[in-house]
């Protein structure tokens, strides 16, 4: 089914087949895909009176599966209590980026990468505008990497290209001759400047023109940008440029509980209005309408029954459901728990066992998005803050060591309970009692549970603070 509707997605032969595939998965993501069908579900005849197939109907319900699953593991990445801090062992590094990400909402920014880049890619743009950073979420199917052939794991540019009617372009400022014809927009990357070019009509023979007032010289010596793979796996677009999809497994099964669920919807709707069967010796000419109004005549020596659709089949549709669903759900590695079956509170040890499939996702998307992505533009802020005056909270941030070793710092997957931080302070208070480890090791261990965002500070009020009893070793 899923392939049955791909071949009624139009094919544009000047895109190639890596962005018709992120196409049709952000189709997917984002709950469009059965637009392209032509009929409503009720409508079962055509004009003619023929009879429509299932596949040329979109559902009536529809279970965004995909969406919650991805949704489900980048809130488990991004969210506020699950965002990784920044750290260094650089005090003036640290403070910079902990009021970087409130300022510049990379939390919010990153989500949206991760939710963008589930169909396969993703990639996030850094502009330094007036000393102020901004950081922007990019969707990849109309934009090209070249990468660096000694060094594969660096952008040499990055170029996006794709159609645009005449009538939009005249509506963003462009001076367009014909508004009714569709040009090619393009835009470029690289490790010097952000090149803009004029809008081509999609045809012509000759090369788009440098658009100046719109380029910019950026002079970073790096690509102002983020280009993240995913997922570990094949790509779904065939694509090295891409990495797995977060929801492709998922994708056939999610069409068949829409089409099943829809099905459903429609055997309740006629057994809350049968159709009325006379038999008799009497004939009825023109189109049978279903509905107890409208009786089906049909024979003689009989009585009247009323058609209608068992309770046992719209329940063992819902059975099948339930399977599908589970099958799934494993298959992505989506939340399979039931809500249902907590009986009492749970520790966020039990929680994670019960969310076990999606934790994995997650931990596989932090290694993507975290390590990858945060990591890549918090060096990427270092190295612009030896070519620009930085603006950070208002003020301009001090002269940063562009070679600093940044770490992230990952809070725990569920928020502890009252009983899991008591039995985390009794195991911290015996370790730093035996000097195992240190009172900054043990702070920093709980630093995300109690929202201490300055280690050092944090250590100097205890010092200060003569009711405060803990073992004073070295760290």
Known sequence: MFETICDLIPRDPDYAPRSRMLDILQRVLNGTLYDVLPHQFHEERGAGGDYIPLRNRRPSVRYALSRIVVEDSVALLFSEGHFPTIDCSDGAVRAVFADLVKECRLNQVMIEAAIRGSVGSGAILMRVL?????????????????????????????????????????????????????????????????????????????????DPARSVRHALGFVPLVWVRNLPGPSATGDPNDGASTFRAAIETQIEIDYQLSQAGRGLKYSSDPTLLIKEPASTDGEIVKGAGNALVVSEKGDAKLLEIGGT?????????????????????????????????????????????????????????GEGALLALARMVLQAAQRYRLIVQGEAIPRLDPAARLTLAWPRWVPPTADDRMKDAQTLATLAAARQISQQTAIKSIAATYDIEDIPAELARIAADPSVQFPRNSG
């Open 130 to 210: 007036r000393g102020r950073l901004f950081f922007s979420a990019l969707e990849t199917t109309f934009l090209t990497p070249s990468w660096d052939p000694e060094a594969p794991d660096t952008l040499l540019a990055v170029t996006e290209r794709y159609k645009v009617t005449g009538a939009q372009l005249a509506g963003e400022g462009y001076t367009i001759a014909d508004p009714a014809l569709e040009y090619w927009f393009m835009r470029r990357w690289d490790r010097e400047a952000e090149t803009w070019y004029q809008p081509l009509p999609v045809g012509a023979a000759t090369p788009p023109a440098i």
């Open 313 to 369: 089949a719209s329940a063992a549709v819902l059975d099948y459901v339930r399977v599908l669903r589970e099958m799934a759900l494993e298959s992505i590695h989506g939340n399979r728990a039931s809500a249902d079956r907590l009986t009492a509170a749970q520790s966020g040890r039990a929680l994670e066992l019960m969310n076990q499939g999606l934790i994995w996702l997650a931990d596989m998307l932090r290694v993507s998005y």
